[in-house]
Nanobody, 119 residues
Framework: QVQLVESGGGLVQAGGSLRLSCAAS????????MGWYRQAPGKQRELVAT???????NYADSVKGRFTISGDNAKKRVFLQMNSLKPEDTAVYYC?????????????WGQGTQVTVSS
């Protein structure tokens, strides 16, 4: 059973910073990409940032310039440094690992960590 365990969420004031971490375990295959998604109350889950095994990154427009994703593909860990946080960043943040096999994507998810930004 694949496990993704997130940590680092919490409550912070607007303008503050948080660093999220995610560690994958029980994965014996290669991961093509890892990333972070978030879901606010009443909204759909949305992409925050991803990083491929080759180090290519992708960010949602709403977090560009404020968030930085990094990862250690060999150790199957991914991090999200969040700076200049805004109340609209409040959401449950989910770690994702994606494996691609013959053009089929397999997604694995963590349990989520709450990030709350107060104004």
């Amino acid at each position: 059973q694949v496990q993704l365990v997130e940590s680092g969420g919490g409550l912070v004031q607007a303008g503050g910073s948080l660093r999220l971490s995610c560690a994958a375990s029980r994965i014996i295959f290669s991961i093509n990409a890892m990333g972070w998604y978030r879901q606010a109350p009443g909204k759909q889950r949305e992409l925050v940032a991803t990083i491929t095994s080759g180090g290519r990154t992708n960010y949602a427009d709403s977090v560009k310039g404020r968030f930085t994703i990094s990862g250690d593909n060999a150790k199957k860990r991914v991090f999200l440094q969040m700076n200049s946080l805004k109340p609209e960043d409040t959401a449950v943040y989910y770690c994702n690992a994606r494996r691609v096999v013959v053009e089929t994507e397999f997604d694995y998810w963590g349990q989520g960590t709450q990030v709350t930004v107060s104004s």
